[in-house]
Each structure stands twice: as structure tokens, then as C-alpha cells.
């Protein structure tokens, strides 16, 4: 964990020393303790600070641009892809997180899955398509990596 008191330079590395298990609803907060040295005696009891702790780290995700993932009325998420012969399927994944403009697929997909990205509305299920790898494959070299944090 690191910390960084608002205002200034400082900044302290730390340990984590306790987590609760519940979540204000209205603020989206937990509670935490860490231990952080404090030399210079600037922490004072009741401050506010910033403190930036890992979550976690998920070396097989699998990340979606936003646009891809469709909604149905009941909300239940899908996304269309190229299967066998290049013909379209539709599969219903669940999603996680939003990192960046891309959406964490919890379940539902696997990788090597070719998702569809682009031309959402003019394609159907069962439909032929013509694939065109380079601009996805352009695109997601540009896209920042990400991690959960």
C-alpha cells in the first residue's frame, strides 16, 4: 500500500493490517487499517489521506471494448462472434469491471474467442462475414493494459 497525504509531497509505503467485509452502499467505501511509518510526524490522528492498495491482479482476463457487449430488456449481457466458417454467434457472457472504456468478461468467453466489434447492427446470427483482423488487432495495441487496482 502506499500513501500520500493530500496538499503535499509526501508519500509512505505501508502494510496492510485489516480489511471489513462491508460496504457502504451510499459511498461505495470500506474500511480499512494500515501501518505507515511516520518519521517526520506529519500523520495526525483523524486526517484524511489518500492510500492507494492493490486488489488484486488477473492474469487471464479477458477485456472487451464497451461497445461490443449488447443489452437485452431483462439486461442480460452478450456479444456476437465469429465462429466456425465466419459465421456469427451470439453468446451471453457476464461482465465485471469497467477498466477504461473496456468491459472485464467474468463468463462466457474463452481465449481465442474473435469478438466482434464493429458493424453490430448490420450483422445477424447465422450471417457470413468477412473478418477484418488488422484494424482490431491496430486498435488493441493502442489500448492501454490494465489492472485491477
Do not use: C
Not at 21 to 47: C, E, H, K, W, Y
Not at 103 to 121: N, P, Q
Amino acid at each position: 500500500m502506499s500513501l500520500r497525504v493530500d496538499g503535499t509531497d509526501i508519500e509512505s509505503k505501508g502494510t496492510l493490517l485489516f480489511t471489513d467485509i462491508s460496504v457502504d452502499r451510499s459511498t461505495g467505501q470500506i474500511a480499512l487499517r494500515g501501518r505507515f511509518d511516520n518519521p517526520q510526524g506529519v500523520l495526525l490522528p483523524g486526517m484524511y489521506v489518500r492510500v492507494l492498495t492493490p486488489q488484486g491482479l488477473n492474469q487471464n482476463a479477458i477485456l472487451v471494448p464497451q461497445r461490443a457487449v449488447q443489452r437485452a430488456a431483462d439486461g442480460q449481457a452478450s456479444v456476437m462472434l465469429l465462429g466456425e466458417d465466419d459465421t456469427v454467434e451470439v453468446r451471453q457472457v457476464t461482465t465485471g469491471a469497467m477498466h477504461g472504456s473496456r468491459w472485464l468478461i467474468a463468463e462466457g468467453l474463452e481465449a481465442g474467442d474473435k469478438v466482434i466489434t464493429s458493424s453490430l447492427a448490420a450483422i445477424k446470427p447465422g450471417a457470413k462475414v468477412v473478418p477484418r483482423e488488422e484494424a482490431a488487432a491496430a486498435a488493441d495495441a493502442h489500448a492501454p493494459q490494465s489492472q485491477a487496482q
